[in-house]
């Protein structure tokens, strides 16, 4: 696995480095199997310590998590904890998953300026059309519904867009604030609410 280990504005020194190695070798090794690659970030948050972990475990699979405390090794074993559950609860799922070859289409992906930038302008150029900052490529997965939902939670997202292997329209899961997925889709199943597990 590539780990990359690194900090914002803190000193991340070898040992941290170290535990954070053996925390993570851990958790793929006991519920997936070696992961891709893994970023795990530390800031402060005022007093606190923030841990944020992402880790690429299969071919457009994400899985983060995050955790504050007031020691950066707390932290970090409590974003492993949080993303160990993940792993956990979709093990098998996840297993069945990669006996299946997933197709996938590139898409734009773009990065838009605040309605209101510090600078004072509109966030908006001349032809009245938001300010793009950031340009990038992404790949839309072609799931079930089902797939979706688990790569929502799995990255701890607030929305995913995928194709439904259904009837290979765009579709797309949302996080609700009241603890449900919501789906939309505009093939006529956009009333259907799948109820979330929580993390």
């Not at 504005?9 to 992961?35: C, M, P, T």
């Not at 932290?75 to 070859?101: F, G, S, W």
Request: net charge neutral; with cysteine; hydrophobic share 35%.
């Amino acid at each position: 696995m590539n780990l990359i280990v690194k900090g914002q504005q803190i000193d991340v020194g070898d040992a941290l480095r170290e535990h954070v190695r053996v925390s993570l070798d851990g958790v793929f090794d006991k519920y997936f199997g070696n992961a891709i690659d893994a970023t795990v970030t530390f800031s402060r948050d005022a007093h606190l310590y923030r841990a944020s972990v992402s880790a690429h475990i299969g071919r457009g699979i994400m899985a983060q998590s995050e955790a504050t405390a007031d020691q950066p090794y707390v932290a970090c074993d409590q974003a492993v904890d949080r993303l160990a559950k993940r792993l956990r609860r979709h093990k098998r799922r996840l297993r069945d998953h990669h006996k299946a070859p997933v197709e996938t289409q590139s898409a734009g992906l773009y990065v838009l300026a605040a309605d209101t930038p510090e600078d004072g302008s509109t966030g908006e150029n001349a032809h009245g059309r938001p300010t793009v900052i950031a340009e990038m490529k992404t790949e839309i997965s072609t799931l079930t519904v089902s797939e979706a939902v688990m790569r929502l939670d799995l990255a701890d997202g607030g929305a995913m867009m995928f194709i439904n292997r259904a009837h290979g329209g765009l579709n797309m899961v949302y996080r609700r604030s009241d603890g449900n997925v919501g789906w939309i889709d505009p093939q006529g199943n956009s009333g259907t609410r799948i109820r979330h597990s929580g993390a």
